[in-house]
Structures are given as C-alpha cells and as structure tokens.
C-alpha cells in the first residue's frame, strides 16, 4: 500500500523546499497507555520431540504494532526494486522488536545445546517452529504484520510468517534472504547453500505455511498457484552460516517421488488384477471339480484330455498370483515411505536415516 504525496510546501516569506526523507517506512510506536507483558505460548514438533514454549509480548509493542500505520509514503518515485526491500526489512529491524527475537532465540539455543544439534538441525529446529504457526489467510491487498504481531496472535499468513523466520535465522548467523514471489502473490525464506538452490537466487527455498524440508517447494500454493519465475531476491541480515543437509533432502525428496510413482502405477492396477484373479480362480477351482469327477467316474479318456491344459492354466495362475503379491508388496513399502515422509516434515535426519534402514521403496 503506497501514499504518493507531494514534495514541498508554500510559505510566506517564498516557495521553500520542506527537508524531508524520500520514502518513509512503516516503523512501530509503543502504545503508551499499555502496560504489562502476554504470554505467547506455541506447543511445536521436531524430530522425535514436542516443545513447548511460553514467550513473553511486550503489549505496549504489540499495540503499537497492530495500530500502527503500514504504508510506506513515498514523496518522489522510486523503483520498486528500491523501495519494495526497504518496505519488508522495515517490519523486520524495527529495533522495539529485538528483546523478543533475544527471547526466542535464548529458548531456541538452550533446545540446541541440550541436543547438541549441529548449524543445520538448528535452522530445521527455528524452522518447524515457524511452520508450525497456524496459516491464516488475509484478503488481497492486506499489509504484512510486524514479527511481534505473528508471534503474540499466533497466526500469520505467508509473508508474516516469512518475515518472523528471517528476522529469527538472520539473527542466528544464517545467511537468509526473503524469497518474494511478486507474480505469485507468496512469499517464502532462503538459506544460502552449495547445492539445490531455487532458481539462480544462491539460496533454498524454505516453505513457511506449513511443515516441509528445506529445499522443498510446494507442488500447488494454497490457492492452487504454483511458483512461477525468479523470485525477488531480499537479503536480510549479515550472516554467514549455510545450510549444508541439501543433499540428504534432496535423497529424501527422490525416495518420496518414486514412491509416488509406485503408488500413481499400481493402485487402479492391483484392483483390477485382483478382481481379475478373484475370478480366474474361481473358473479354476470349478474346472478342478469337473475333472475330478471325470477321474472318479473312470472316464480316464476325458480326464486325460482335460488335465495338460488345467495343469497349465494353474500354472499361469499361480505365477499371476505370485507376481501380484509382489507388486502388491512394493505397494505397500511406497505407500509406508511416502506417508513416513510426509508426515515427518519436521525431522529431516530421523527421516533420512530411517529411508537408509529401510528397504528402497522401488
């Protein structure tokens, strides 16, 4: 949302140019009338854990947030890729929202070092915490909130969310840029890593709304759109840690597409086999009948003429069946691994190391 206004002032004594800033950003007031602290609390998975954490809002900062003006007034035209950055790191550095970055990631650090988790597991760790903020959408058009908004209501759309997870990892020492999708309507974070980088940006995707692995892109957005195009690239922050576990999503992410493949490819198939089996046997079992009772009428003749193409007829059939259990059986192993997966977006290492222990899925 932009207010164009204009760039000098008529006064007695001449025409004078007002000494004034290009661009203003929006920026948080503390409601002065406001005391006290609320307490946030987020109950979130990673890897084999639940935590639970209770985070103190400054409330004269949340109201003055929530209040506040979330324009950016602009007194002379600027390009967009100018002001749009200036725009999003605003809501993130404003320096009232610092004490509660240094609170969260005092709870985050003390998690870390009592799992010794390494520079990666701990962006995973800030990461499923974010993701694990309930998504709600907001009309179009609607500003971001301030970080201190997301955190003390608890919900965010996809910049809100976004703009919380870099302003957390920026300030852990990662190397993190907002990733906006301006086509797309969608915003999303990126990590700089050496491998699987999203597009020619120099950095993996990290989806916000929900649960996923970093690196992962989302087939469809929630609106049914997909990730089109190179992103505006929005460095947030003078970090330099890297994300360095791309290789073992990526391993991750190929397990779960062949088991998609596998799924997509037997499951009409085993149902129709199956019936087609079903009444395969049927036949086969009444013909057993039939030439039985030839045998035991003494009609050696019949019996003798009937019992090569029976034999194989059983013989085609129990390979049949056999091949089905098989297939059958790699159904099941895809249908294992690719619900494993999913429902283990939160735990890229328990997940990889259970994809080594186990069979492959095809």
Not at 210 to 220: A, H, L, Q, R, T
């Amino acid at each position: 949302m932009i207010t164009l206004l204009c760039t000098g002032v008529l006064v007695a004594s001449g025409i004078v140019t007002m000494l004034r800033p290009i661009v203003i950003y929006p920026s948080i007031t503390p409601a002065s009338n406001v005391l006290g602290t609320d307490q946030a609390e987020f109950i979130f998975p990673f890897e084999d854990a639940r935590y639970r954490l209770r985070m103190p809002v400054d409330a004269a900062v949340y109201t003055g947030a929530r209040d506040g003006s979330k324009s950016a007034i602009l007194y002379r035209e600027i390009p967009d890729d100018e002001w749009i950055p200036a725009y999003y790191l605003a809501f993130i550095d404003d320096p009232h929202q610092e004490a509660l970055y240094t609170g969260l990631l005092s709870a985050f650090s003390g998690i870390r070092d009592e799992n010794g988790l390494d520079s990666d597991r701990y962006l995973e760790m800030i990461t499923a915490f974010v993701q694990s903020i309930p998504y709600e959408d907001h009309p179009g058009g609607a500003p971001p909130k301030f970080p201190v908004e997301t955190v003390a209501e608890r919900t965010g759309d996809c910049d809100d969310k976004s703009l919380l997870l870099a302003a957390l990892l920026s300030r852990a020492g990662y190397d993190v840029a907002l990733l906006n999708f301006i086509e797309n309507s969608h915003m999303g974070v990126g990590v700089a890593t050496d491998t699987g980088t999203y597009g020619s940006t120099g950095y993996a995707f990290i989806e916000t709304t929900d649960y996923n692995f970093v690196g992962v892109v989302p087939d469809n957005l929630a609106n049914g759109a997909r990730l089109t195009g190179d992103p505006q690239v929005i460095r947030v922050g003078n970090g330099t840690v890297d994300y360095t576990a791309r290789a073992e999503t990526a391993y991750i992410m190929e397990q779960s597409g062949a088991a998609r493949a596998v799924i997509d490819t037997f499951a009409l198939n085993l149902s129709e086999r199956q019936a087609d089996l079903k009444k395969t046997g049927a036949s086969i079992a009444s013909e057993k009948e039939t030439i039985e009772k030839l045998l035991l009428a003494g009609d050696i003749a019949g019996f003798t003429a009937r019992i090569q193409g029976y034999n194989n007829r059983v013989e085609t059939y129990n390979q049949a069946v056999a091949e089905y259990a098989a297939d059958s059986r790699r159904y099941d192993r895809a249908v294992e691994t690719y619900n494993y997966i999913a429902g283990h977006r939160y735990d890229r290492k328990g997940t990889f190391a259970w994809l080594l222990s186990s069979s492959p899925a095809v």
